[in-house]
C-alpha cells in the first residue's frame, strides 16, 4: 500500500529497513521515567548520608528539572538536524557515565553535579515522541503515544516501590546502580532496534534555532504547551512535596512510603488507556479539557478537605490517583497537538514545548518544598496542585476558544 493511500507521511529508515518497535519506544521513555523517581523514598536517608537539610537534597529533583528543560531546546534543533538515532544513542550513553557518577559521590555538592548530568535522559521522552509524530499524522499520533505512555506508566508506578525496597536492603545507592544497569542495556537495544525515522535536514543549528519564533508565534502552540505544562506541574508539585509530607508529616517508613508515591501511576496508566481508545474519536481538544476538570474537581475536594479536617495518607493519596488520571488525558493529547502546529518542526516543538513544561516543573517542585517548610501539614500542597490544574482548564479552553474563531 502506497503513502499516499495511506495518507501517512513518507518515512525512511536510514540505519534499519522498519520502525522502531512501540517495546522500544516504551522502554526509552521508561527509562527517562524512572530516572525521575525510583530515589525519591530515600532522599531523607540521603540527607542524612551527606549531612544535608532535606532542602538541599530536595535540589536533586528541581535542579533535575531545571536542567532537563534547558536539554530539550538543544535536543529537539540537534535531532531535527543529524537525526533521532544518534542523537538518542550519544545520550544514553551520557547518561550511564553521569549514573556511575551519583554512586561514587563523596559530597552532596558532587552529588547533585552528576545528578543533572543525569537530566540528559530526556532525550528519551523527547525523541519518543517526536518518532511517533514522524511516523503517523496528529490524531493517530495522539492514539500511539497514548498507548506508549499507557505502557511505561507502569515503569514509574513501580519506580518508588522499587526504590523504597532497595533503599531498606542495600541503601539508597541502589536505586542509582539499578540506573547504571538498565542505561547499558538500553543503549544496547537502541543500537540494535531503533531506525532512523527523520532524515538530517543538514541546517545549521543556529538556523534551526531561529525556526523557535515560528512556534512561539503560533496562540495553539503556546495554548498546547500550557495546559501540558500545568497539569503536569500538579505532578512536578507532588513530586517536589510528596517524599516531605510522606515522612515528615504521615511518618511512613521508605518502602511504605514507596508505596504511596506511586499513587499517581496508577491513575496515568488508565488516563492514557482511554487516550489511546478514544482520542481519534472524542477529539484531542476535547480529551484535553476533560483531563483539566477531572484533575481540578478532585484536587479542589482535597485542598477542602485538608484545610478543614486531619486527613491520613490513604485518604490524601488516594486522592492524588487524580492527578495521574488527568495526566494521562491531558499529556498525549497536548503533545500531539503542539508537534502538529508545524509538522515539519516536530523534533523542535518536542524540544521546546517539553521545555516549558518541564522548566516550569523544576519551578514547581522547588516551590512545593519551600512552602512545606512553613508547617501546615499537607495543605500547602494540595493547594498548589489546584491551582495548577486550575490555570490546565483555562489554557485549554483558550485554545478551543480559538479553534471555533478559526473554524477548525
Known sequence: MSTASTGRPAVRFLDRATPPHVVTLVIVTGL????????????????????????????????????????????????????????????????????LGTLLAPTVGVFLFFRMLQAVIAAGMVLS???????????????????????????????????????????????????????????????????????????????????????????????????????????????????YVGSEVFHLEPGRLGLYLGAPALGYAVGNFVSGRYSVRIGINRMILLGAIVTALCLAVLTLLAATLTIGPNFFFGFIVSVGLGNGLVLPNATAGMLSVRPELAGTASGLGGAIMIGGGAGLSALAGWALGFGGGALPLAALMLLCALASVVAILMVIRRARRLGL
Open 32 to 99: 527517562s521515567a524512572l530516572t525521575m523517581n525510583i530515589f525519591l523514598p530515600s532522599l531523607p536517608d540521603m540527607a542524612e548520608w551527606f549531612g544535608a537539610e532535606y532542602r538541599l537534597m530536595q535540589l536533586s529533583v528541581s535542579l533535575y528539572l531545571g536542567v532537563s528543560a534547558a536539554l530539550q531546546l538543544v535536543i529537539g534543533p540537534v535531532s531535527d538536524r543529524f537525526g533521532r538515532r544518534p542523537v538518542l544513542l550519544w545520550s544514553i550513553a551520557l547518561f550511564t557515565l553521569a549514573t
Open 129 to 243: 515522541r517526536a518518532v511517533i509524530r514522524d511516523m503517523v499524522p496528529a490524531e493517530e499520533a495522539a492514539s500511539m503515544i497514548g498507548y506508549v505512555t499507557m505502557g511505561m506508566a507502569i515503569v514509574p508506578m513501580m519506580g518508588p516501590v522499587i526504590g523504597g525496597f532497595l533503599d531498606e536492603a542495600f541503601g539508597w545507592q541502589a536505586s542509582f546502580a539499578l540506573l547504571f544497569v538498565l542505561g547499558l542495556a538500553v543503549l544496547w537495544l537502541i543500537w540494535r532496534d531503533l531506525g532512523e525515522t527523520a532524515l538530517g535536514s543538514g541546517t545549521r543549528f543556529a538556523d534551526q534555532v531561529r525556526q523557535y519564533p515560528a512556534l512561539l508565534a503560533s496562540p495553539r502552540f503556546w495554548g498546547y504547551c500550557l495546559a501540558a505544562a500545568f497539569a503536569s506541574g500538579s505532578f512536578f508539585a507532588y513530586l517536589g512535596g510528596g517524599p
